[in-house]
């Protein structure tokens, strides 16, 4: 099982990014896939979520209306654009997949097995 994020790099205040993170699951198509992120000196938190019953997604409050979540079953792979950063998105993005058939609740690290190796995110002011 193995998770690979790519996009992350430095950009300025304003500007956008697009992660990918492209999964070598066996169905992901029925995987809740996330991201999550942890800047200097924190708590890695959640980020986004989207679920495979309905892709259904999930925001965390900060970034919400900046960030969208999406999928592409055919690739095996996850967005995450992320639009109009902050200095405060500054952070390492992890992507995560939930067991196959998991349908529960997204926020938390605990529902998430597999995890990819993360990717830098800096914004500069």
């Known amino acids: 099982v193995q998770l690979q994020a790519s996009g992350g790099g430095l950009v300025e205040t304003g500007d956008s990014l697009r992660l990918s993170c492209a999964a070598s699951l066996r169905t992901f198509n029925a995987r809740i896939m996330a991201w999550f992120r942890q800047a200097p000196g924190k708590d890695r938190e959640f980020v986004a979520a989207?679920?495979?019953?309905?892709?259904?997604?999930y925001y965390a409050d900060s970034v919400r209306g900046r960030f969208t979540i999406s999928r592409d079953n055919a690739k095996n792979t996850v967005y995450l654009q992320m639009n109009n950063l902050r200095p405060d998105d500054t952070a390492v993005y992890y992507c995560?997949?939930?067991?196959?058939?998991?349908?529960?609740?997204?926020?938390?690290?605990?529902?998430?097995?597999?995890w990819g190796q993360g990717t830098l995110v800096t914004v500069s002011s």
């Open positions: 995560a997949a939930s067991r196959s058939g998991w349908s529960g609740t997204p926020f938390y690290e605990r529902n998430y097995p597999y």
């Open positions: 989207i679920k495979w019953r309905d892709d259904m997604t």
